[in-house]
């Protein structure tokens, strides 16, 4: 039965994770974020689960990534500083191909910053973060029903294309309440990861001849003896130290992801359709940027907003038709200026785009956006 | 069972011959890991073995098992990870003294207090061997090293001491001269219920040894046989006698409450108490 | 839209109380936003806790601009009044606030919630309840009945008399007018 409540960001993530099946937490308290460790503490034991609250975040990724090759759903939860200590294991779940979710709700940063303002200084940490070339998946929801949805999402795209994923929060989504209401959790199908058929002694861990480029993945304990290693590795999970390994190996992890953008690159599009200017917002900014598209739309400026939901990878294909058809796009981020590269990078001179951000421990303020768009209108010359 | 038929039931076939250096003894000690695992008799999918970054983590991959070969010093929160998840399988850690004892030392001693179900099997060579012979935690002070060309000033970890104090279970110590007893050491590591630490006195004649002068790898080997005494013995010896020499044998082994048996109790009272 | 503004001192259950009358209003059958203040704020500092109330969707989940403050301590009066407008509403804790804005405020209501809580309930720790009794009864932001529903649905068993006590002793002292 489902049933609606009033729902704080972190525990809807909380029970995200339970809903996609998820069996397993370890993790480090870290103030914005604790509320997710709390209720999963209580949650994962009532279904056999465990939670285990480790030494410190690298070995809170490490426990839980150690429990994916048992064959769980997995989760390790974070902010700012303590996803700069994950970053390492963050590159070896992307070379190993292990599924995780890691969440951050951002804070003020960099260092201990404010642990518990507002921000979304770590886009690019969640982006280039951890060493050497990489995918990754990032998701960012904007309400607490999003939350929940963008959880169980980020658990169905883990395991499906054997990847770390980010669910990447801010302080806004965290810890505000807001109705939500959760479906029976019997009814949400399970997430799970494709398993390999054949005779044990063939199994082989990282080969891509499957059409998808995601090799299946055996579970730890039931049959299929498979090497785990952060090394470039043969098909088998073997050491390989050619050059030809390295090549193969990383155009697979690329091709797994960029092959099946259509089915990750999530956006929204709000009041868009005969927009002029554009805002591009994300996670708890999009807030301020519905309410400044309606408020702006009432001043007739032709308004609306393109939230990119999954974040990296980059919406391309979304942002040049954005570029194309309005006349100003408007980036606004907590932050000095991350996102907006990418979506200046991209539009490549289509249409201008600026930014408006702000990071002083206060969400952006629709008033703010709505004075934004009306300068884009003036500049334009009024259309 | 004859080394050539431990090495077609337990190592991967096609995987040998090793990285390790001519005269390491880590192919000792790793012989004397299948020997105890023989006698378990435990079944080889039951088994993980993980191991960490350096010269003995490679083992993992020679291995006939359920292998992770991880990232620097991670080695115990990966195992932990697997035996929480999977509390039936028996887990396996390969390490060595700066990836257990340095980069590792924070998940060693919570690993020891939360005295989790893990045999941890520590090739002790005193250095840094895979780049080249650097100072470790359990590098002898005064020694030398690349990158103490004068002489260490750092003291070195009792590993089993710090064991002990953290709150493990069992803390043994073998050598790799002292191969059969190591089997015994390692096999009442892997069958007490808690965390074991076995630290194996490794050889490293190349990083290690040539840099102080130790001789070649049967000198090496004659070092372990002179200086190891048994613990019981040892603990008879002065301080004088103590001083060049190191005890060898079970060096500590209590009972305590297992975690993943104490969290087990913890699902069963959840699920009583209800969920959500 | 309403937008009600919780203000006092870490302790005073503001938190709890925004959450409540959040819950109130889903029970109307409206939507709720309740966001708060954290940090060394929320620990003896002052603590604030917004919600918002409204039919429509609430995109925006922060204050723009205050109709209701309720300021349970001087200091969150001082900080935390200064964007409520000449038409808004402020309720005061009378035993702590005793210097108000020193702009025109029409509608403050000055009120012994905590001496209340204390005489009459035996427990400063019902303050909060006595608050979102009088902040009810004088805004009608939530109705009466689902108030009392959402207070006793996150109040601890065994108190849930005292708590509907507090309820209707603050809708008294409201009556009885600032």
């Known amino acids: 039965m489902s049933k609606t409540l009033l729902m704080q960001g972190n525990k809807a993530v909380a029970e995200g ?144 294309y ?3 994923v980010i669910l990447l929060m801010d302080e806004i989504i965290g810890h505000m309440r807001e109705k939500v209401q959760l479906p029976a959790y019997d009814s949400i199908p399970k997430p799970e990861r494709k398993k390999p058929l054949g005779p044990p002694e063939e199994y082989r861990a990282y080969s891509g001849a499957q059409t998808d480029l995601v090799p299946p993945m055996a579970a730890f304990g039931q049959g299929r003896r498979w090497h785990v290693t952060g090394l470039i590795h043969d098909e088998y999970g073997f050491p390989d130290g050619s050059g030809k390994a390295t090549q193969e190996l990383l155009d697979r992890l690329f091709a797994k992801i960029n092959n099946h953008l259509d089915d990750i690159v999530e956006t929204e599009e709000y009041r868009l359709d005969d927009a002029d200017f554009a805002l591009v917002a994300y996670g708890g900014t999009a807030r301020a940027a519905y309410a400044a598209v309606d408020l702006a739309r009432a001043e007739g400026v032709k308004a609306g907003l393109l939230r990119p939901i999954t974040i990296w990878p980059l919406a391309e294909k979304q942002l040049k038709a954005l570029g194309g058809q ?58 | 069972m004859f080394m050539e038929q431990l090495i077609e ?107 989790i179900d893990l045999t941890v099997l520590l090739y002790n060579n005193n250095t840094y061997g895979m780049t080249g012979g650097q100072y470790s935690p359990l590098t002898p002070t005064n020694s030398k090293a690349s990158t103490a060309p004068y002489g260490t000033v750092d003291r070195p970890f009792d590993l089993a001491a710090l064991a002990r104090g953290a709150g493990a279970t069992f803390a043994a110590r073998g050598s790799a001269f002292h191969a059969p007893m190591l089997v015994d050491l390692i096999l009442s590591g892997i069958r007490h ?13 190349i990083s290690y040894g040539r840099q102080n002068k130790l001789g070649d790898a049967p000198a090496m080997l004659k070092w372990q046989r002179d200086h190891a005494v048994p613990a019981a013995a040892y603990e008879k010896l002065n301080d004088e006698q103590k001083a060049d020499k190191f005890p060898i044998g079970v060096l500590h082994q209590a009972d305590a409450p297992e975690y993943t048996e104490e969290y087990a109790k913890i699902i069963a009272r959840a699920r009583k108490e209800g969920g959500h | 839209m309403r937008q009600i503004r919780l203000s006092g001192t870490g302790g005073q259950g503001l938190i709890l109380a925004g959450i409540i009358l959040a819950e109130a209003a889903l ?45 349970m301590s001087q200091e969150a009066c001082d900080k935390y009044t200064g964007d409520l407008p000449e038409n808004g509403l402020l309720i005061t804790d009378s035993l702590f606030v005793a210097r108000l804005p020193d702009r025109p405020v029409k509608n403050v209501f000055s009120l012994p ?29 939530v109705s009466a009945e689902s108030l009392k529903k959402a207070v006793l649905a996150r109040v601890p068993k065994g108190t849930e008399t005292l708590n509907e006590k507090a309820i209707s002793l603050g809708a008294e002292l409201a009556a009885a007018g600032g």
């Open chain 1, 162 to 164: 054997r990847t770390p």
């Open chain 2, 193 to 205: 219920k808690g965390f074991s630490l076995v630290e194996a006195v490794a050889s490293c004649p």
């Open chain 3, 27 to 71: 029970l109307d059958g409206r939507l709720a936003v309740q966001s708060q203040s954290y940090g060394p704020e929320a620990r003896g500092g002052s603590s604030k806790s917004e919600v918002l109330i409204d039919t429509d969707p609430i995109h925006y989940p922060k204050i723009t601009l205050p109709d209701t403050v309720l300021a």
């Open chain 2, 9 to 115: 039931k337990y190592f991967r076939p096609g995987r040998l011959p090793h990285i390790w250096c001519p005269g390491c003894a880590n192919g000792i000690i790793t012989g004397a890991l299948v020997k105890a695992i023989y006698r378990t008799g435990l079944d080889k999918d039951n088994i993980a073995v993980v191991s960490g970054i350096g010269c003995s983590s490679r083992a993992s991959g020679y291995l006939d098992f359920n292998t992770v070969h991880s990232a620097h010093g991670r080695a115990l929160p990966f195992a932990t990870g697997i035996k929480l998840a999977a509390p039936q399988m028996t887990v396996i850690v390969i390490t060595g003294d700066g990836d257990a004892a340095a980069i590792g030392g924070n998940h060693f001693i919570h690993a020891a207090r939360r005295n």
């Open chain 1, 326 to 383: 309005v006349k100003h796009i408007i980036v606004a981020e907590m932050n000095r200026g991350q996102y907006v590269l990418e979506v200046e990078r991209t539009v490549a001179g289509r249409c201008p785009v600026t930014l408006y951000a702000k990071c002083n421990n206060e969400a952006i303020a629709p008033a703010e956006l709505l004075a934004a768009l009306q300068k884009a209108k003036q500049h334009t010359g009024g259309a």
């Open chain 3, 113 to 141: 919630i905590t001496r209340t809580a204390k005489e009459q309930l035996g427990k400063v720790l019902f303050a909060n309840i006595v608050a979102l009794g009088a902040l009810v009864k004088i805004t009608g932001c």
């Open chain 1, 17 to 160: 994770a339970v809903a996609a099946g998820a069996e397993f937490f370890g993790g480090y308290p870290i103030t914005p974020s604790t509320e997710i460790a709390e209720e999963l503490s209580a949650l994962l034991p009532t279904i056999g689960g465990t939670f285990i609250q480790m030494e410190d975040e690298i070995a809170g990724i490490g426990v839980a990534l150690g429990a994916s090759l048992t064959g769980k759903k997995v989760m390790t939860a974070t902010s700012g500083p303590g996803f700069s200590l994950k970053q390492e294991l963050i590159g070896y779940a992307a070379l190993a191909e292990i599924p995780i979710v890691i969440v951050n709700v951002q804070r003020v940063g960099p260092s201990t910053g404010q642990p518990t303002a507002p921000a979304q200084g770590d886009v690019m940490q969640a982006r280039w973060g951890t060493h050497g070339d990489h995918p990754i998946i990032v998701l960012t929801p904007a309400s607490v029903p999003e939350c929940f949805r963008l959880t169980v999402r980020a658990y169905e795209l883990s395991e499906k």
